[in-house]
């Protein structure tokens, strides 16, 4: 059985690169007049949330701005996509 060290790295490393690029994203993420592409799969695996949204269908999430800022949503899906988290502004 073949074993690859880094595969969980490159496979974030890759989709992040795809979340940049727009490439097979399937839901924007609406906060206030500002809009974040993703993927819904990989919503739901990081977030009951999301994951408890993805069957509704729809492409579009509003987020009510006075539970998430627009601030808090990109630091979640850097993350997400990342492992990693910069807390400054």
């Not at 795809?18 to 924007?28: A, H, N, Y």
């Not at 994951?51 to 729809?58: P, W």
């Amino acid at each position: 059985m073949a074993h690859v060290t880094n595969h969980g790295k490159l496979l974030l490393q890759r989709l992040h690169q795809q979340r940049e690029m727009d490439f097979l994203c399937d839901i924007t993420i609406a906060v206030r007049d500002v809009e974040f592409r993703a993927h819904r799969n990989i919503l739901a695996a990081f977030s009951n949330y999301f994951a408890s949204q993805a069957d509704n269908g729809q492409e579009v999430t509003t987020l009510d701005p006075d539970k998430v800022s627009r601030y808090a949503l990109e630091k979640l899906l850097e993350f997400v996509y990342t492992g990693q988290m910069s807390l400054s502004r």
